[in-house]
């Protein structure tokens, strides 16, 4: 498992065992709130635009969308390979697969997603060639928490800089300068190379947004 022990979090609640739900992952609740708070404006500005998380793993991050999509059309796109990462993490990710079995931990994303009614599209390729499928300047949110090395999150970014729309956000994890540093050139560069100013959750700085003008 990734080294994160500050914000990895561990198997839930007795009750949340017995439901079946498994939202091990690196989300703080903080941070959770941020999140739904960015996908709730961008469905205020264009309640037809499409919300894309780029790697789910067991879908924690994605979970915290539920309460507010619940009950509604498709509008999230989920995106990850479930096939590591070329960032320093990989062989963690591909460890629990091996120890779980392969296709569990995408496995238990689906069962999350049923379990919390969490309405849903996937699409189960890299990142950068899931973007090639988007339509340009169709999403209201695009979230990045896949690759963390600096040239997978700069290609990240410009796969996905043109599927975001006027107003809309490109966001994402792990803004941590001593811990990313590779992630948070790539952000700070491509924000310089834009003009754009990298803002950081108030109560969730290690999430990061750019907003498209
Ligand atoms: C840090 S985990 C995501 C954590 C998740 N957001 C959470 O809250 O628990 C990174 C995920 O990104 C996926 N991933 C890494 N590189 C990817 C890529 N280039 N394309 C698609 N998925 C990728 C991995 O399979 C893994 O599930």
Redesign the pocket.
Known sequence: M?SDARTAREPGSPAERASGLDLR???SDAEGAWYRAQASAALARDARCTLVE?????G??TSFLAPILRGGPRRLLC????????DPWSDA?LAVEAAEGQGS?RAAFERNMALLQVPHRLLE???VAAAERVADASCGLVFL???HDGD?VAADLRAWWPKVQPGGVLAG?DYEPAKHAGLVRAVSEFAAAHGLRVDRGPEAPRCWALTRR
Do not use: E, T
Not at 54 to 58: A, D, I, M, N
């Open positions: 990734r992952g690196w989300f780029v790697g789910c793993w067991r924690r991050s995106v990850d390979h479930w096939a590591g990462s070329s990710y931990v390729l890299p990142s928490d896949a690759s997978a994890h």
